[in-house]
T-cell receptor
Framework: DAKTTQPPSMDCAEGRAANLPCNHS???????VYWYRQIHSQGPQYIIH???NNETNEMASLIITEDRKSSTLILPHATLRDTAVYYC?????????????FGQGTTLQVKP | NAGVTQTPKFQVLKTGQSMTLQCAQD?????MSWYRQDPGMGLRLIHY???????DQGEVPNGYNVSRSTTEDFPLRLLSAAPSQTSVYFC???????????????FGQGTRLTVV
């Protein structure tokens, strides 16, 4: 599985958009980009995933560059409850294993 | 819908003791896995299972055993607890065919284990 690189920490003002970058320059054609977050040592929570097209759901948007070497998770209107560690993970889509390999993630601090 | 249930939530063991961390899911997921998380670090995979009767090792399997006799349950056994196994343990489950919709992993709330 491709390795990901994320900034260790970011701040965001409450109500503003939070843009979390992820670099995955060695991603393969059949690898998906997944985002999870972990709030205050709770179990990680799924946010969104995508292959090459931009994706949006009720929680966030995922923007993947055309060359797929990087992506950005966007929380459109960050709240204090979005303060968490955000993990970017790449996974082979057709793999028959349930493995997730976590990096260090980005600690997002949403400030009033 | 209970999702992924882990028991116990907290446990203190003495060095050398054995115990089993329980994990159960009610979503009929094929895949289940165990992770540990040490302070300030991301999650590391201990063992995983792609279905009943099938298990395999992850990144840090030493000192732990698993079995998968049913789809629902995936217990993690510590054979002889050591202080280095003090950690927070998370169990996860998911459907197969990563990338399709509804294949995200669901995590339990964790078991906080201290070995003294």
């Amino acid at each position: 599985d491709a390795k990901t690189t994320q900034p260790p920490s970011m701040d965001c003002a409450e109500g503003r958009a939070a843009n979390l970058p992820c670099n995955h320059s060695t991603i393969s054609g059949n690898e998906y980009v997944y985002w999870y977050r972990q709030i205050h040592s709770q179990g990680p929570q799924y946010i969104i995933h995508g292959l090459k097209n931009n994706e949006t759901n009720e929680m966030a948007s995922l923007i993947i560059t055309e060359d797929r070497k990087s992506s950005t998770l966007i929380l459109p209107h960050a709240t204090l409850r979005d303060t968490a560690v955000y993990y970017c993970i790449v996974r082979v889509g057709s793999s028959n294993t349930g493995k997730l390999i976590f990096g260090q993630g980005t600690t997002l601090q949403v400030k009033p | 819908n209970a999702g992924v249930t882990q028991t116990p939530k907290f446990q203190v063991l003495k060095t050398g003791q054995s115990m089993t961390l329980q994990c159960a899911q009610d979503m009929n997921h094929e895949y289940m896995s165990w992770y540990r998380q040490d302070p300030g670090m991301g999650l590391r995979l201990i063992h995983y299972s792609v279905g009943a009767g099938i298990t395999d090792q992850g990144e840090v399997p030493n000192g732990y055993n698993v079995s998968r006799s049913t789809t629902e349950d995936f217990p993690l056994r510590l054979l002889s607890a050591a202080p280095s196994q003090t950690s927070v343990y998370f169990c996860a489950s998911s459907y197969s065919n990563w990338g399709r919709k509804n294949t995200e992993a669901f995590f339990g709330q964790g078991t906080r284990l201290t070995v003294v």
